[in-house]
């Protein structure tokens, strides 16, 4: 199992940027694949991004696509979340997540380590 710790969340406004960053303990980082996933209020948790072990693949979900750039440093154990032109819509909580599949995936049951989360919260 590895440790995931998130940080960088904030209040900004519509428009703004915000880089967020998860944290890996262990020494096995480079054998996951990385997720960022958020939860808006009254929603269910959702994809955001994943990036493959060495990091040369990405993936996004269609609404953050050309505004959020997920990538990975292996040694330095961390994945940063890129995101430009925030909208209120993507207020919620930011989830960084880890998984063991061999390849990149979008679903959360493929995910079996999972941070506690970093609060976005855009204004209009």
């Known amino acids: 199992q590895v440790q995931l710790v998130e940080s960088g969340g904030g209040l900004v406004q519509a428009g703004d940027s915000l880089r967020l960053s998860c944290e890996a303990s262990?020494?096995?980082?480079?054998?996951?694949?990385m997720g960022w996933f958020r939860q808006a209020p009254g929603k269910e948790r959702e994809f955001v991004a994943a990036?493959?072990?060495?990091?040369?693949?990405?993936y996004y979900a269609d609404s953050v696509k050309g505004r959020f750039t997920i990538s990975r440093d292996n040694a330095k154990n961390t994945v940063p979340l890129q995101m430009n032109s925030l909208k209120p819509e993507d207020t919620a909580v930011y989830y960084c997540?880890?998984?063991?599949?061999?390849?990149?995936?979008?679903?959360?049951?493929?995910?079996?380590?999972w941070g506690q989360g970093t609060q976005v919260t855009v204004s209009s």
């Open positions: 262990g020494r096995t980082f480079s054998y996951y694949v």
């Open positions: 990036v493959s072990r060495s990091g040369s693949s990405t």
């Open positions: 997540a880890a998984s063991r599949a061999a390849v990149l995936s979008r679903t959360i049951a493929d995910f079996g380590s």
